[in-house]
T-cell receptor
Framework: GQNIDQPTEMTATEGAIVQINCTYQ??????LFWYQQHAGEAPTFLSY????GLEEKGRFSSFLSRSKGYSYLLLKELQMKDSASYLC??????????FGTGTRLKVLA | DAMVIQNPRYQVTQFGKPVTLSCSQT?????MYWYQQKSSQAPKLLFH???????NEADTPDNFQSRRPNTSFCFLDILSPWLGDAAMYLC??????????????FGSGTQLSVL
């Protein structure tokens, strides 16, 4: 079967660092995406990993371990506007994007 | 700016009354997708088009159909909506590169209510 697991909710303080984990079990693997989704809005692209290791993009970094079926999104210097849901998505086959239910992040002042 | 546009932003329909949601894109992407997302749930793929080739997910109800008359436009038809179809409907596109693994560009979504 196809399964993607993320924590449902996380809380962190403005200026802090938070790590959002994602584990997956899929019948194929063509890469893993992270998307940010503010309430009532469409998801927006954050990062893409297809090889093992860390990809850094400003305040956001994403890590992948294919052998462990594991990824994380690291957010540094948290800002209030980072309060959103963060969706992990795996491409299990050609054009088959499988989304996790998302992690709702609350950033507190 | 090139983008994916969905209309309307909010749609209210009645139980059993057919409704059509529309999506257009200026990105000239080959692949277009329709996702259904219910509150606090993952987006669920309903179907996708690769050019004019239609690909239906096995668990997409027959009540949902789609049309793609040209590269730019794609429509989602809900033939007989029921309360369980109330959700956000997201249109997305991606650029075909031969890997089937390009990022998705989403429209702003249509929030459907069924009364």
């Amino acid at each position: 079967g196809q399964n993607i697991d993320q924590p449902t909710e996380m809380t962190a303080t403005e200026g802090a660092i938070v790590q959002i984990n994602c584990t997956y079990q899929t019948s194929g693997f063509n890469g893993l995406f992270w998307y940010q989704q503010h309430a009532g809005e469409a998801p927006t692209f954050l990062s893409y990993n297809v090889l093992d290791g860390l990809e850094e993009k400003g305040r956001f970094s994403s890590f992948l371990s294919r052998s462990k079926g594991y990824s994380y999104l690291l957010l540094k210097e948290l800002q209030m506007k980072d309060s959103a849901s963060y969706l992990c998505a795996v491409i299990g086959g050609t054009y088959k994007y499988i989304f996790g239910t998302g992690t709702r992040l609350k950033v507190l002042a | 700016d090139a983008m994916v546009i969905q209309n309307p932003r909010y749609q209210v329909t009645q139980f059993g009354k057919p409704v059509t949601l529309s999506c257009s894109q200026t990105l000239n992407h080959n692949v277009m997708y329709w996702y259904q997302q219910k509150s606090s749930q993952a987006p669920k793929l309903l179907f996708h088009y690769y050019d004019k080739d239609f690909n239906n997910e096995a668990d997409t109800p027959d009540n949902f159909q789609s049309r793609r008359p040209n590269t730019s436009f794609c429509f989602l038809d809900i033939l007989s909506p029921w309360l369980g179809d109330a959700a956000m409907y997201l249109c997305a596109t991606s650029r075909e590169t031969g890997t089937g693994a390009e990022k998705l560009f989403f429209g702003s979504g249509t929030q459907l209510s069924v009364l």
